[in-house]
């Protein structure tokens, strides 16, 4: 049987959080030396 599971719309959602996690923790990092130095 052929279903349309929500397999595509989970690995969508995953690897726009893997590719904004990196972003938003090098901003954070970012702020962080901004404000240290």
Same mark, same amino acid.
């Given at each position: 049987m052929?279903?349309?599971? +929500?397999?595509p719309?989970l690995? =969508?959602t /995953?690897? =726009?959080? /893997?590719l904004?996690? +990196?972003l938003s /923790?090098?901003?954070?990092?970012?702020? /962080?030396?901004?404000?240290?130095f």
């Amino acid at each position: 049987m052929h279903g349309d599971l +929500p397999a595509p719309d989970l690995i =969508g959602t /995953l690897s =726009g959080y /893997l590719l904004l996690m +990196p972003l938003s /923790l090098a901003h954070n990092l970012q702020l /962080l030396f901004a404000t240290v130095f």
